[in-house]
């Protein structure tokens, strides 16, 4: 305090305003519940199941031999269990891209627009992988944060997708460019709204 507040205020009053901020109280009583938790290995392992389970399923509908498709989804498995994130989810989207080039019914295959949720979830499951140790709990509410988006995004590529099957083999070129505009605005959808993470 400085020399005219301290003659300003009596000590009495100064030494009662001390004893007061001073003394001991008791922190208030606060009540804390947890929701519900996942462990942070199941989303490990579905990421692990999810990664070559894509490669899997995109190769079913190719010529494309079943040991080399095997072996490099065994490969993309032992790569997400042991360094689980965007390297080997990425890499397994490619891949399954790259076989999907080889089948019958390319370059418009209908069964792209199948496993584009797959590929999406696997995506998310590779990102939350990353994020959480396996010994980690993560709270149901946060992974129910983003499943508005990612649901919305797997129902309208789902629909297009339907679209296009039902469809095939039919001389509809409009609907091709209305599929191929769709896809543009869930796309632009998803990365307007990402944060980057």
Known sequence: MSGVARAVVPPRVRALARRWWRRDRPLPRVRVGV??????????????????LLVVLAGARTPVDTGILVTVALALAAWTALRPGPGPTHVAVVVAAVVLVLSPGAPFDPAALWLAPLGYATVRL????????????????ALRRTARRDLAVALATLAVGALSWA??????DGLVALAAVALVAVAWLVVGGHDGE
């Open 167 to 172: 469809v095939a083999g039919h001389p509809v």
């Open 126 to 141: 590779g990102w939350w992988a990353q994020q959480v140790g396996p010994g980690d709990l993560v709270g149901v509410t």
């Open 35 to 52: 929701g519900a938790r996942v462990p942070g290995w199941t989303l490990r392992a579905a990421a692990t199941v999810a990664t070559p």
